[in-house]
């Protein structure tokens, strides 16, 4: 992990998953630049969060590559990849706090595992990161007494805990209500411009890309169907595009002997 | 006819892969309790004692109540046949020996994999759905490090004092009755457990404990990590880490049994 290096921070390659048989991910290629926000939007079931999970090494793909610095992130043993972890962070869908400790040992966690500073140290970058989010006061709090937006917010403070270059956010907003929602964005924009972060966020909300966004990527059945600034993506043609930008909703198909034969089929 | 063989085909390939699975965990944890220490990955000392205390601790009551009244039933039941043959001293014998080969240690598992085995499921599975494991990874923190290898290092303490416990509540279930109905002295039934006993009823027992902690763990934690599909995957996950413990430590007692008899 040399710091001078210079191509795109995050390479995603040719990237084929399956889930069973089901393909999910259908040869995905994406590139995101050192210090850029890059939104990643699509329908549900897209694929989209898959592919966040592949940049991190939660799922390996059926072939293809994730590079990180250069790196490739699925070929290399876990133990090298868990140093590079290190400098990622991730804010899951549901925050994904430890449900035993208070939000102050959550953020602790990593720093207690992976680093050797001292208890008042830790305690200290703890309450930095708290603060950063917006939780001084709360660090005595389970996370079952924490509202939903505060949970996500503690979550970012622990995915903030080691410094990472890399940040990734799963659905930021999902289940939060709008006034929550526009915080949590307003949140990951004062980051990004705080510290020079890349940035990965998968959102199915367009409002909130264009918020956070440098450059928004499309996903369509698990496909990058368009990349571009947002500028870019609303001059796009493509109609999936043009649709998910005005959340036309899919026409339904009405054949009526397709109909009749999916009633009548006979269960295989 | 292709439907019965399909059935089985896929049958077959879920029971090996569902095999895989154990060995596979088997094999993590066997590397981070006995290899990764050395190489300065230390132990969770903490949670490991949070462990011993839920599954060893509070189910000193339980195993205690059951063994005591399985030691009287054994005593019924032996004297109902010995006393025909006049010989009523050897129901002391009898549920000793009984107790400290077979069923202390498989009273003490089938507690322990009810009570414990199937938390460690609920537990495992709910931080699954709830994205935790994730987060554990995403850390470049190992899950079994974490969350499995405390666990299995109560269950190795615990399983085998809580056995010698129940093996001990059994004995004394069993004297109650014989001093109670055959009129045995104390004295008379502390001489006959102690002529009875020999060193390798009790160390037979407590090598079966070991394997049988090792089995409850293992499940428990299996079907906790694959929880597939929300609450309602973490109850079926739960049901199946008993039911496959409990299978698994009888087929386990079957060959252990076997290989002390042939042994002896």
Partial sequence: MSDDFQGPMIRVADLVTHYGERQVLDHVNLEVPSGETLVIVGGSGTGKSTLLRHIIRLDLPTSGHVYIKANDVCHMPLERFNLLRRKMGMLFQSAALFNSMTAEENVALPLRELTQLEDSTIRIMTRIKLDLVGLSGFENYLPAQLSGG???????????????????????????????????DELIVKLKQAFRMTIVVVTHEMASAAVIADRIAMMHEGRVIAVGTLAEI????????????????DREIRDAQAYLRTLTQPPS | MSGILAFLGRYTVELVSYVGGL??????????????????????????LHQMVLVGVNSVPIVGLISLFIGVVLALQGAYQMEKFGAGYYVTALVGVSMTRELGPLITAIVVAGRSGSAFAAELGTMKVSEEIDALEVMGLN?????????????????????????????????????????????????ATRNALVMRDISTGLI????FGFIITTVGCYEGF???????????????????????????DVIFTAIFYYTD
């Fill in chain 2, 226 to 252: 694959s929880v597939r599909g929300g609450a309602e995957g973490v109850g079926r996950s739960t049901t199946s880490a008993v039911v496959v413990s409990i299978f698994l430590v009888i087929l386990a």
């Fill in chain 2, 208 to 211: 079966k404990s070991l394997v």
């Fill in chain 2, 143 to 191: 899950s079994v490090r974490y969350l499995v290898v405390p666990k299995y290092l109560a269950l190795l303490v615990m399983m085998p004092c809580l056995t010698l416990f129940s093996d001990t509540a059994g004995i004394m279930g069993g004297g109650a009755f014989t001093m109670y109905q055959l009129d045995h002295t104390f004295t008379l039934f502390l001489t």
């Fill in chain 1, 150 to 184: 505060m949970k996500k917010r503690a979550g970012l403070a622990r995915a903030l805990a080691m410094d990472p270059e890399i940040l990734l956010f799963d659905e930021p907003s999902a289940g939060l209500d709008p006034v929550t929602a526009a915080g949590i």
């Fill in chain 1, 234 to 249: 609303r001059a796009n043609p493509h109609p999936r595009v043009q649709q998910l930008l005005n959340r036309v909703p």
């Fill in chain 2, 23 to 48: 060995a596979s965990l088997s094999r993590d944890v066997l590397h981070w309790t006995f290899v990764a220490p050395f190489r300065g990955q230390s132990l969770k000392w903490r949670s490991t």
